[in-house]
Nanobody, 114 residues
Framework: QVQLVESGGGLVQAGGSLRLSCVAS????????MGWYRQAPGKQRELVAR??????NYADSVKGRFTISRDNAKNTVYLQMNSLKPEDTAVYYC?????????WGPGTQVTVSS
């Protein structure tokens, strides 16, 4: 059974940093692409970053500020968020895609105050 559990969200001032973590279980973590998405109030869920063991890609809005990384020994994917902006405020979700099916964690709230 696939499970994803995010942590690390919180309230931070603009310009600050947070590191999100997502612990995964129920599948072979090391060989799969993992992603971070976010959803702000009234907006659609959007891709923030995605990474495999060999490559990463980022939304234009977070390039140069956010970094996705992983620790395969801990089945954990991270999202380091620096230079946070109020527009980064959203619920952040960890994602694992298996064929056409998406698995999501419950999300963690990130709030950036101006």
């Amino acid at each position: 059974q696939v499970q994803l559990v995010e942590s690390g969200g919180g309230l931070v001032q603009a310009g600050g940093s947070l590191r999100l973590s997502c612990v995964a279980s129920g599948f072979i973590f090391s060989t799969n692409v993992m992603g971070w998405y976010r959803q702000a109030p009234g907006k659609q869920r959007e891709l923030v970053a995605r990474g495999s063991a060999f490559s990463t890609n980022y939304a234009d809005s977070v390039k140069g500020r956010f970094t996705i990384s992983r620790d395969n020994a801990k089945n954990t994917v991270y999202l380091q968020m620096n230079s946070l902006k109020p527009e980064d405020t959203a619920v952040y979700y960890c994602n694992y895609k298996l064929g056409p099916r998406d698995y999501w964690g419950p999300g963690t709230q990130v709030t950036v105050s101006s």
